[in-house]
């Protein structure tokens, strides 16, 4: 885990971090990223007295692990710019500078629904706050599908109030396996280990683990993306075609894309949405995500891209079920 992923460090400087070696005690990791997310807030946040910022719409578990753990949410929707969403440093860090009880800013990043790489340089701003002593977490989670060289990574030793999740759930399709990792400055590591479980990752998760991110794992990881990302180009082509589909909301830097549901008078509508993506589950066995009820996201729906035939199905599936709602 001592090497970086889509990050501008070349081969010869892999293991630096602004001209400091990254060693183990940069890492900690975790079952899942979603163990990550709540150990990072019982560390830093008091119960019933500390909060949390982030920027909706966004990964859903920030909240959850907020409510668990008794941490105030306190929220600043992304900016929707055209098409694609950004978080505003500006407001983020005024909030930041009222408000001390705020412990933690979550920046998804490629961001879950928006498929949106946030700038390194707005997340920057942010860590260079002033007066703030808080911790901005970026979650990764959907690098490895964005453009070469955007990860925030290589950055922690540089930032200590900076921390990273990657995982290998998204581009390796281990989801199931149950592994991610923080990349952090070594003294915020050291508290995070202390505190989470012994054992916590398995023998068979660990050994797994090193083989994927092996040379060759990670070559037939990239292999793979590639192929996921001919797919998404294939329906950022092919779903405009289609009668009831709208405009793409968001970014093309992840594995999904966020597209409008539109009414026969070519407004966004979540109840169409809806509909299709009940009758999508229920009757063709695709399942899409709902997401019309986020900021920013009215009548939009999260499809995830799949392989060659996975997207033919879906092409068909959908367009058979507009049609269908379209001549009610």
């Known amino acids: 885990m001592c090497d970086f992923r889509n990050s501008e460090i070349n081969s010869a400087d892999k293991q630096t971090l602004n001209g400091k070696v990254l060693k183990p005690e940069n890492l900690c990791f975790g079952v899942g990223s979603?163990?990550?997310?709540?150990?990072?807030?019982?560390?830093?946040?008091?119960?019933?007295?500390?909060?949390?910022?982030?920027?909706?719409?966004?990964?859903?578990?920030?909240?959850?692990?907020?409510?668990?753990?008794?941490?105030?949410?306190?929220?600043?929707?992304?900016?929707?710019?055209?098409?694609?969403?950004?978080?505003?440093?500006?407001?983020?860090?005024?909030?930041?500078?009222?408000?001390?009880?705020?412990?933690?800013?979550?920046?998804?990043?490629?961001?879950?629904?928006?498929?949106?790489?946030?700038?390194?340089?707005?997340?920057?701003?942010?860590?260079?706050?002033?007066?703030?002593?808080?911790?901005?977490?970026?979650?990764?989670?959907?690098?490895?599908?964005?453009?070469?060289?955007?990860?925030?990574?290589?950055?922690?030793?540089?930032?200590?109030?900076?921390?990273?999740?990657?995982?290998?759930?998204?581009?390796?399709?281990?989801a199931g396996v149950r592994c991610g990792v923080s990349f952090a400055s070594p003294d915020l590591s050291r508290l995070l280990n202390s505190m989470k479980a012994p054992y916590n990752i398995s023998t068979p998760t660990a050994r797994l683990a090193s083989r994927v991110l092996s040379p060759e794992g990670i070559k037939v990881m990239k292999g793979l993306v590639k192929k996921i990302i001919v797919q998404r180009d294939r329906l950022v082509r092919e779903l405009p075609k289609l009668q009831g589909i709208g405009e793409f909301v968001g970014g093309e830097d992840a594995n999904f894309l966020l597209v409008e549901i539109i009414d026969k008078d070519g407004k966004p509508s979540n109840d169409i949405a809806r509909?299709?993506?009940?009758?999508?589950?229920?009757?063709?066995?695709?399942?899409?995500?709902?997401?019309?009820?986020?900021?920013?996201?009215?009548?939009?729906?999260?499809?995830?891209?799949?392989?060659?035939?996975?997207?033919?199905?879906?092409?068909?599936?959908?367009?058979?079920?507009?049609?269908?709602?379209?001549?009610?």
């Open 275 to 328: 509909q299709v993506y009940t009758k999508l589950a229920e009757f063709r066995n695709v399942i899409v995500r709902y997401r019309g009820k986020e900021p920013g996201c009215t009548g939009c729906l999260r499809i995830s891209i799949g392989n060659e035939e996975e997207t033919t199905i879906l092409l068909k599936e959908l367009q058979s079920v507009l049609a269908e709602i379209y001549s009610e």
């Open 34 to 174: 979603d163990e990550s997310i709540d150990a990072i807030m019982r560390v830093l946040c008091v119960p019933g007295k500390d909060k949390l910022l982030t920027c909706p719409p966004t990964y859903g578990m920030y909240a959850v692990s907020a409510q668990i753990n008794d941490v105030e949410v306190v929220s600043i929707n992304m900016n929707f710019i055209k098409g694609k969403f950004s978080i505003k440093p500006d407001e983020i860090n005024a909030r930041l500078a009222e408000d001390p009880s705020i412990k933690l800013a979550y920046i998804c990043s490629p961001g879950n629904p928006t498929g949106s790489l946030i700038e390194k340089a707005d997340i920057i701003k942010v860590l260079e706050h002033p007066t703030w002593n808080g911790i901005v977490v970026v979650d990764e989670a959907y690098i490895d599908f964005a453009p070469e060289g955007t990860s925030m990574a290589p950055l922690v030793n540089k930032y200590p109030n900076l921390l990273v999740m990657q995982t290998l759930s998204k581009s390796f399709g281990l």
